[in-house]
């Protein structure tokens, strides 16, 4: 039973293309099935490892957000979101390209552009304003808690104003692989995942082509995508 479910805004790549395969195997999940997925053997890490590196970031799958996680004002339903959503990216008219790298953001590991894109963070923002309607005002628990973490005031503001923090300006594209790793422990791992990237993925650009709709169910659910549109003609 759903009891009060969250949804966001994903690019999610198509799930039979490498980038999906090899993203999906290193978190452990596909949130397209909702399944398990075996980790990568030619990596050099146990499953032990593996364990404790995609325990957080498996719940929300591959991605990368766009919208982040909201829950939704009563009366809207998942219908709507989908519609607001195939008309958003029907509208968009040249499909976002990014080159990839496996970078460091503080302290975890993530796919990320390579050089700026403008066209990307233009997408970001406009799906920002585009869902803002259906998002339910945060309580007073949940904007505490985002406090707690350590804002700037002009995250603050966005995080009153759009229910996030790290929006328009303060926006950086990325798709986690494993969450935060000691310290000691970075460099190594940050070399390896960028081997097998490589390795699987070569180092073709990666077309943002479609926009995911997800939802998860509860808390600590994980994430499942439940409609998808192509972004333009995506040519």
Not at 35 to 47: N, R
Not at 152 to 180: I, K
Not at 193 to 202: N, P, Q
Request: glycine share 8%.
């Amino acid at each position: 039973m759903v009891a009060d479910p969250r949804f966001a805004i994903y690019f999610v790549p198509d799930p039979d293309t490498a980038l999906y395969r090899f993203g999906a195997a290193v978190l452990g999940y596909d949130c397209y099935t909702g399944q398990p997925v075996e980790h990568p053997h030619d990596i050099g890490l146990t499953e032990t490892e593996w364990a404790a590196l995609s325990a957080e970031p498996c719940i929300y799958g591959f991605h990368a957000t766009l919208k982040a996680p909201f829950r939704l004002r009563g009366e809207f339903g998942s219908d709507d979101l989908l519609v607001d959503l195939k008309t958003l990216a029907a509208s968009i008219p040249t499909t976002p390209t990014l080159e990839p790298a496996v970078g460091l953001i503080g302290g975890f590991i993530a796919i990320v552009p390579r050089t700026p894109s403008p066209a990307i963070d233009r997408l970001a923002a406009d799906c920002v304003r585009a869902f803002g309607r259906f998002r339910r005002p945060m309580t007073a628990d949940e904007r505490g808690r985002r406090l707690a973490s350590g804002l700037s005031q002009h995250q603050t503001a966005n995080l009153d104003r759009w229910g996030y923090p790290y929006v328009f300006e303060e926006f950086r594209f990325h798709m986690t692989l494993v969450g935060r790793i000691e310290a000691d422990r970075r460099m190594a791992i940050h070399a390896l995942l960028r081997d097998a990237f490589t390795r699987h993925c070569g180092s073709e650009p990666i077309r943002l082509d479609r926009l995911a709709l997800v939802r998860q169910d509860q808390p600590k659910a994980p994430f499942r995508v439940i409609g998808h549109a192509a972004v333009g003609k995506a040519t």
